[in-house]
């Protein structure tokens, strides 16, 4: 039997084992000591933004994000439903509010065609606030996901959150080190451009601490919010008065000590990103109906991180379930892409538009190996076994 080849996994060596058993040994492993300042400041700096705020998830930053900007209970958010689906709960059940679920473009980013149809067809501005048509609601926010590393059309979705007065949530936990490198936003890093944006470091991300996250923003009376929020919104912290709920959202000393070690790595990562993703393209896309999917790219003003790879079937006589089966069966790991999040739990009781292409790219997606680590020969061996099927 052939080696395992795993989906995402971290990359750590020498320098985390080191770094972590330094952590250990200073004593400072919970969530005090110095290198979660640290860490936060060293991704301010990489991402040129004044501060950022470190948490145990990427969804406790989205958490936090949508706390200190304000959206209350009874709020509606746009959201895309093409997505993990704690890119959505964080910014709406968490805190009482209801999702607008809008389907996908080609980079499988949220359709800017929808969100515009949304606003402008089913919604009406009073004072300076939109509001839904259907459920009188206000529509606080719009809540855009950088869908495996793939930079969202921000320069569209930025104009419409203005004209519409909503607040726009960056979800770049798949994004770290996506940016534009020319037109009007170059040097913006995704995550960085709306009114707050936040990032993850899971195993299966790009850097890893084992779990984490982070938030920015525009806003310096936001982070400072969100800053007191996390950290359980003490007031007094010798005689432990509280001002508001907060929440034990704190990331450890342990988590950011690997964080600087991967964050020192990060662009050696996305560079063997980009050699694999452009072997994935080289040896399947075009072949036997097979196609890689595109990210926006340095053609379209853009350095993508290349978090993910898609093959899509959809040109293809193959079926995604058994196409992830027989993979399986030479111990190489794929996955679909998510289910749709408006047909989960109790979310079909709220509106979904413009659905046709998440729901064809949910069907004909799989996704390749990825790991920033992936060598030559391993992505050669997923391709030889991908053209056999």
């Not at 994935?280 to 036997?288: F, I, P, R």
């Not at 998510?338 to 659905?355: G, S």
């Amino acid at each position: 039997m052939s080696e395992f080849i795993p989906l995402s996994v971290p990359n750590f060596g020498e320098w985390e084992a080191d770094a972590a058993r330094a952590a250990v040994l200073s004593g400072w492993v919970s969530t005090s000591g110095a290198r979660v300042s640290e860490f936060e400041q060293a991704i301010a700096d990489y991402l040129g933004m004044p501060r950022a705020v470190a948490t145990n998830a990427g969804s406790s930053a989205l958490h936090i994000a949508a706390m200190a900007a304000g959206i209350h209970a009874g709020d509606e958010v746009i959201v895309p439903t093409l997505t993990f689906i704690a890119a959505v709960n964080p910014l709406t059940r968490y805190i009482g509010a209801e999702p607008v679920f809008i389907g996908c473009d080609d980079s499988l980013c949220i359709d800017p065609d929808g969100v515009e149809d949304f606003c402008a067809n089913h919604c009406t501005m009073r004072d300076g606030k939109l509001y839904n048509n259907k459920t009188g609601a206000h529509v606080a926010a719009l809540g855009v996901v950088h869908v495996f590393g793939n930079m969202a059309d921000m320069p569209r979705l930025m104009d419409i959150a203005r004209r519409y007065g909503l607040i726009l949530i960056e979800d770049a936990t798949e994004a770290l080190g996506t940016h534009y490198i020319s037109g009007p936003l170059a040097g913006k890093f995704a995550g960085t451009m709306g009114d707050a944006g936040c990032y993850s470091f899971n195993g299966n991300k790009i850097i890893t601490t084992g779990a984490g996250g982070m938030m920015v923003s525009n806003h310096p009376d936001w982070t400072e919010h969100a800053k007191h929020l996390s950290t359980q919104a003490k007031a007094d912290l010798l005689q432990f008065l509280h001002d508001e709920v907060g929440y034990n959202y704190r990331m450890t000393n342990v988590q950011a000590t690997l964080g600087l070690v991967q964050l020192d790595r990060l662009e050696g990562f996305i560079e063997n990103k980009k050699a694999r993703y452009e072997q994935y393209v080289a040896g399947l896309d075009g072949k036997k109906g097979l196609r890689i999917l595109p990210f926006r790219d340095e053609a379209q003003g853009v350095r993508p991180n290349r978090w993910f790879f898609s093959l899509y079937l959809g040109e293809s006589d193959l079926d995604r379930d058994t196409v992830i089966a027989k993979l399986q069966a030479q111990n190489i790991q794929t996955r679909p892409v998510w289910a749709l999040i408006h047909e989960q739990a109790d979310y079909p009781r709220n509106e979904a538009y413009h659905l046709d292409k998440a729901l064809d790219y949910r069907k004909h997606i799989v996704n390749l190996p990825c790991s920033t680590d992936l060598t030559e020969q391993d992505c050669a061996r997923v391709i030889d076994a991908v053209l056999a099927l």
